[in-house]
């Protein structure tokens, strides 16, 4: 199997897997979810990617359980989404951030959203992290918890599943697969060895491996691990160092998201000349009006340090994504002044 990274964060690279590695991870996925012949799972995530080939297409083949495929998703899609799950008995559904913000926006009907509740049973959202206003958005409209699967192309896919009960409890722990190894070393990394790990970047015809003697790979991620769990905190390579000072996106983009104005926001870093980088606030939202801008900018003085508060806000009509919703932070830096 040869496929593509979804390069939010650079060029994609071809990543090549052999056959014994993808069954096994599709096995370990379904053993994690649950599935069984009892499960229905519905499809609407392109094979592009791990998400649709692995974590839906092939692990619920494995587990023996049921697909029901959708049309591919779309903002078009979103309007009449819950139609075919709920004739075909659906009750698994794996989708992305992006997806489960669409549905708590378009779903109005009170019969739909009871039906949805009663029927579905478990709902992993993949691909992206899950912002903490979208996790209760999801749940105080459907009463299902969104379940975190956070995975990597390059160890086999998806690499651990986060259960329902940590997923209510709005925490950000999931469960790693038994068979990864996992170690946090210098600045608070995570490396993974995992026995589903690709045999390489295919380049020019020659397969290259970024693991190190003893087959752990730096995932990129900043990480928590204890008691058997791990949770992700950010990503080296968009921490924005301002002065000197690491800054983590994240934490930037959970406060302007409980603005009520803002429908949605991904903070950067840009080259400047005195701070190295300057936090930009890219932000989507019908009001963009310089008296909301002094809005934005005061409640981030309320709750962020001095060196996370940002430089500037850039009001966007969209943000660029790759077909599975993640955001192209390269394009979209490109894309601002």
């Known amino acids: 199997l040869i496929m593509l990274t979804s390069g939010s964060t650079g060029k994609p690279k071809a990543i090549c897997h052999s056959l014994e590695s993808v069954v096994g991870c599709a096995r370990s996925f379904g053993n994690i979810a649950q599935w069984s012949e009892s499960t229905r799972v519905y499809h609407v995530l392109p094979m592009a990617y791990m998400a649709g080939f692995l974590n839906l297409f092939l692990a619920a083949l494995l587990a023996g359980s049921t697909l029901v ?9 979103a309007i009449d989404f819950w139609r075919i799950p709920l004739e075909r008995q659906v009750n698994a559904l794996v989708i992305v951030p992006t997806i489960a913000a669409a549905l708590c926006r378009l779903t109005r009907s009170r019969e739909t959203i009871d039906r949805v509740g009663d029927q579905v049973r478990q709902v992993q959202s ?43 409890q709005m925490t950000d722990w999931s469960t790693p697969f038994p068979e990864l190894g996992i170690r946090i070393r210098s600045s608070s990394t995570l490396w993974i060895q995992s026995p589903f790990r690709m045999l390489g970047y295919l380049d020019g015809g020659r397969l290259t491996s970024p693991a190190d003697a003893d087959g752990y790979m730096d995932t990129g991620d900043v990480a928590d691990f204890k008691g058997g769990k791990i949770r992700i905190t950010g990503r080296m390579k968009d921490i924005i160092i301002r002065g000197g000072i690491n800054v983590f996106p994240g934490r930037i983009e959970s406060v302007v998201r409980r603005i009520p104005a803002v429908e949605d926001v991904v903070v950067v870093g ?11 606030a890219c932000i989507i939202s019908d009001t963009t009006s310089k008296a909301f801008e002094v809005d934005v900018h005061r409640h981030c003085e309320q709750s962020l340090s001095l060196h996370e508060r940002p430089d500037r806000i850039v009001f966007l009509d969209s943000f660029p994504r790759s077909v599975i919703g993640k955001i192209r932070k390269e394009d979209l830096k490109e894309a601002i002044d």
């Open 69 to 77: 495929e959708g049309p591919l998703f779309s903002p078009g899609s």
């Open 126 to 168: 993949t691909s992206a992290p899950i912002p903490i206003d979208l996790r209760h958005r999801f749940l105080d409209t459907f009463r299902i918890p969104l379940q975190d699967c956070y995975g990597i192309t390059e160890l086999g896919g998806p690499l651990s599943l986060q259960s329902r009960t940590d997923a209510e």
């Open 270 to 280: 840009k080259p400047h000349a005195f701070w190295g980088e300057e936090i930009v």
